[in-house]
């Protein structure tokens, strides 16, 4: 399905509550599947990591986020989308050049999109997270922790990473 019109994103607001302000949204994928309808990640994100596609769904999915974000722009709508990243792909150093020449591709500022790394996945590899993440940062792009005390890591981990949301 990756690559074809079945992977789909909806869009979850993210409320601003000193503003009560949407200037985020969260990008949620889904696999509209021909025989068994709308399926939730839980379904199919297991099997990818598990036979390797889990790249290029990812890239799948930030390409659709980016095109969104690019098309919401045309019409007056400035929002930013929140991508979560498996770590797999978080943990490719070239990942962050590849977001950068995407986002060029769309025409979108790095400051619309945030990356969403879960706790595990900064966990897996402490150190090739951190020089990722900070590759992220350097181009713009927000990166927030999601999920944050589910996991093992402490809270000295955090203050080398140069995150701006939990």
């Known amino acids: 399905a990756i690559g074809t019109e079945q992977i789909i994103l909806h869009f979850q607001p993210k409320l601003d509550l000193d503003s009560g302000r949407i200037d985020d949204v969260e990008a949620l994928v889904r696999w509209m599947h021909p025989e068994r309808g709308l399926l939730g990640p839980g379904a199919f994100v297991p099997l990818a990591e598990q036979t390797g596609v889990m790249r290029e769904l990812t890239e799948h999915v ?30 490719d150093e070239g990942w962050a050049t590849d977001i950068g020449t995407a986002l060029v591709r ?8 945030r990356i969403e790394i879960t706790e595990d996945t900064l966990m897996a590899d402490p150190e090739r997270a ?37």
């Open 62 to 91: 930030l390409d659709a986020a980016l095109r969104q974000i690019a098309a919401w722009y045309e019409t007056g709508l400035d929002l930013s989308v929140a991508v979560n990243v498996s770590a797999a792909t978080l943990l």
């Open 106 to 113: 769309h025409g979108v500022p790095a400051s619309r999109l």
């Open 130 to 166: 951190l020089r990722v993440v900070e590759d992220l940062v350097a181009t713009g792009i927000g990166v927030s922790v999601d999920d944050f005390g589910t996991g093992y890591s402490s809270l000295g981990l955090l203050k080398h990473l140069p995150v701006d949301e939990l």
